[in-house]
Each structure stands twice: as structure tokens, then as C-alpha cells.
């Protein structure tokens, strides 16, 4: 499922709780992918991820900007998956100038797979494609509107401390509500126990 709109409305009530820790966490992973060449792009957005999808596991938790470090101990997985998946997005430039969405909406989903799902490159890049492919309209304009978003933001200053806060929830998002969340229902508060419940009645002696 896509659902662009909520998921946005939704992304930004939920960095808006905790804006100044974003802003730093945004700035963390766009001034450090940048200065690397990209390369460390995927262990830093993948840190991001793990900080957005235990905010979303756990309500009461208070982003922490050392979580980002979380990422790097998923080192070898996020930096692949990130180099594959962007070798793959950048393949579809060859295709013809748009197929860039094309592909990038594929693999949109890997990343998060890997931080979440807790799999290798290779099959959250396959299992991305299965699922996006189910609706590659959807995605194709879900990546649309956040590539247009990030692109505003590095030409605005350093718009960037905001967009990538913002492009972190929409992935954790958006892998919430196509592939739920590991330990969710755990955390979730139980119903009461009723103790009579299972217990039969007890007999009455008949007249």
C-alpha cells in the first residue's frame, strides 16, 4: 500500500516532537554522507532508521543522537545495500532519463528492510522489489515527491537538516505499513485478564 499524504502528515507530527534532536541528527547524516562521497550514506540513514522505528515501536522513547551510531554495527549490510540499491536506482538513467523512479522505486524499501527486517543486501533489495512492484504507480510518485523534497532541500541552504529527518520517517513509514513491526505486538498494552474467564460454572443442585 501507498498512502504519500498520511505518511508525510504522520512524518512530521512525529520529528515535530523531538525538532531540535532531528535537526541535529539530520545534519549528522547529511554532512557525513557528503563529505564521504555518499559512502557512508547507508550506515548513517540506517542509525536513523533504527532511532525513527523505536519511536514508533515505543512512544515514550526519547530519540537519542548517539543511536545513530546504531547503524554502524549493522555496518557491512546497510553500506551495501545502500551501494547496490543506488547502482541499480542509477541503472534505470541508462533505460531512459525517468527510469531513474523507476528503479529507485524498486529498492525504495531495502534499507529499511535490512535495519527492521533484520535481512542481508541482497534479499531486502529482492524483497523491496517484490513488494513495490505490486504497486509500482504508487511508489514510483512516493519517490517522486521525496526526491523532489530532498532536492529542494539541498538547494535551500542546508534545507538537508530537515528533509532527511523527514525522508527517515516516510521509509520507517512507510516498511510499518506494508511490513509491520518486529516486537510491536509485544509492546502493545494487553486487555485485562478476566480470572473468571475459562473457569465453569458451578453446579447447582437441582430441586
Not at 522505528?53 to 515505543?58: A, T, V
Not at 535481512?119 to 531486502?124: D, L, Q, T
Not at 513488494?131 to 541552504?157: C, R
Not at 509485544?186 to 447447582?204: I, L, M
Request: contains cysteine; negative net charge.
Amino acid at each position: 500500500m501507498v498512502k504519500t499524504g498520511e505518511w508525510f502528515s504522520e512524518a512530521w507530527q512525529l520529528i515535530s516532537k523531538d525538532i531540535v534532536t532531528h535537526l541535529i541528527l539530520g545534519l549528522i547524516v547529511g554532512l557525513g554522507s557528503s563529505i564521504t562521497g555518499g559512502l557512508l550514506w547507508g550506515p548513517l540513514m540506517g542509525g536513523y532508521l533504527w532511532i525513527v522505528f523505536r519511536k514508533l515501536r515505543d512512544p515514550e522513547y526519547t530519540p537519542e543522537i548517539g543511536d545513530v551510531g546504531k547503524g554502524f554495527e549493522m555496518f557491512v549490510q546497510t553500506f551495501l545495500v545502500a551501494i547496490v540499491g543506488g547502482i541499480i536506482a542509477v541503472l534505470g538513467i541508462l533505460g531512459c532519463g525517468v527510469g531513474v523512479f523507476v528503479t529507485s522505486a524498486l529498492v525504495v524499501l531495502a534499507l529499511p528492510l535490512v535495519v527492521e527486517g533484520g535481512m542481508g543486501f541482497w534479499p531486502a533489495i529482492t524483497a523491496s522489489i517484490s513488494k513495490t512492484k505490486e504497486n509500482l504507480m504508487g511508489w514510483i510518485l512516493f519517490v517522486l515527491v521525496v526526491g523532489l523534497m530532498n532536492a529542494v532541500g539541498s538547494a535551500v541552504a542546508i534545507g538537508f537538516i530537515i528533509t532527511v529527518p523527514l525522508s527517515a520517517a516516510l521509509l520507517a513509514i512507510a516498511y510499518r505499513d506494508n511490513f509491520g513491526l518486529s516486537g510491536a505486538a509485544a509492546a502493545a498494552p494487553q486487555a485485562p485478564v478476566d480470572p473468571g474467564a475459562g473457569v465453569p460454572p458451578t453446579p447447582t443442585p437441582s430441586s
